[in-house]
């Protein structure tokens, strides 16, 4: 298993990290299988995304308005709340297949870590089975 730290620059951030776990996928022991990948925190996620200019921040506004105004009772801190529920619904892991130490995304498609609460340290655990 490998472990990167990803900083993330702003309170929402689209961060493309494809290229790293392709950096990781090179000393797999295996030349196929699938990428698990999860990240250890409750305020960001893993997915895929196409990252044409402007599309993360339409992604982002988007997530955004997905929830309702309401008063929320995080004990913590309310206003962090939707931050808690967004990173649930799109999820903290994610599965990609691979070939000849290749990820197999499709031709639009980049591993993107979101961030909901930054900037922050973002820690990523990778395996390759």
């Known amino acids: 298993m490998k472990t990167i730290t990803i900083a993330t620059k702003k309170k ?8 790293t776990v392709e950096e990781h996928l090179r000393d797999a022991k295996n ?6 990948l999860f990240v250890a925190h409750t305020t960001c996620a893993l997915t895929t995304a196409d990252l044409d200019p402007g599309t993360d921040l ?4 988007a997530l955004r308005r997905l929830l309702p105004q309401m008063r929320y009772r995080h004990p913590h801190d309310p206003s962090h709340t939707p931050d808690h529920i967004i990173s649930s619904i799109i999820g903290p892991s994610l599965a990609v297949p691979y ?5 197999l995304l499709g031709t639009w498609q980049r591993i993107v870590l979101v961030e909901l609460d930054g900037p922050r340290q973002r820690t990523v655990h990778i395996s390759f089975t």
């Open 12 to 19: 929402d951030h689209i961060v493309d990290i494809t290229e």
């Open 31 to 36: 030349g196929e299988g699938t990428c698990a």
């Open 99 to 103: 070939r000849n130490r290749q990820l």
């Open 58 to 61: 339409d992604f982002l506004d």
